[in-house]
């Protein structure tokens, strides 16, 4: 098994609510940049939900978090915390040179917290340390579950998703309801 299949966790969200409070778990150790977070899951899975998430513990706004599905990439100066979180949807993207021209490669500068709406449409354009994150609905559990399943895949990935571990006092797989936020 890798390193990395060891420290992979599974929420299972019951709500919005559910899925900003893990995020904004995430975003309480996100003590300096440098991090890639790659979000995958089809149309209204919570990709953007959790960027809400993200951004609300980042300090900033959640409202002002959409999905920048036309312009590729926005970007949010969290200047309390010293970092910027860059927010990209390649849900149009067809070649990596097009995610290139939006600057994608000057964020990879370890002072960004980057997440990545549609991930896998570029897969091979992404750095190879990443936070990988599926969400995905499940009809059976109801209309608001949402899995939501966390790999790591290098390095600051794995020491990020740890600290987020402890944070939330898990480890392994675990169904989280009522995601206790600090
Ligand atoms: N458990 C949940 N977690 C996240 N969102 C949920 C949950 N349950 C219901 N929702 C709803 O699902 C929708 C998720 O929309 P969101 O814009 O986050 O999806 P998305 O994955 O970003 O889609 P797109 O690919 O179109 O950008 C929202 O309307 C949200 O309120
Ligand atoms: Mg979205």
């Known amino acids: 098994m890798a390193a990395s299949e060891k420290t992979a966790f599974r929420f299972l969200s019951r709500g919005p609510e559910a899925t900003h409070a893990v995020a904004r778990a995430l975003s309480s150790v996100l003590d300096c940049g440098g991090v890639v977070i790659a979000l995958r899951g089809p149309l209204g899975a919570g990709k953007t939900a959790f960027v809400k998430g993200l951004a609300e513990g980042l300090g900033l706004d959640p409202g002002i978090v959409s999905s920048p599905t036309f312009v590729v990439s926005q970007e949010y100066p969290c ?3 010293g970092v910027r979180l860059v927010h990209l949807d390649l849900y149009r993207l067809e070649r990596t040179a097009e995610l290139e021209a939006t600057g994608f490669l000057d964020v990879l500068d370890g002072e960004s917290i980057v997440a990545i709406e549609w991930a896998d449409r570029l897969p091979d354009a992404l750095p190879s340390d990443r936070l990988e994150i599926d969400l995905a609905a499940s009809v059976e559990l109801g209309e608001k579950v949402r899995e939501i399943s966390v790999v790591a895949t290098g390095l600051v990935a794995e ?7 402890l944070c939330l006092g898990v480890a392994g797989t675990v169904e989280l309801e009522n995601v206790a936020c600090p």
């Open 159 to 165: 020491s990020v998703m740890r600290r987020w571990g």
């Open 79 to 81: 200047l309390a915390r």
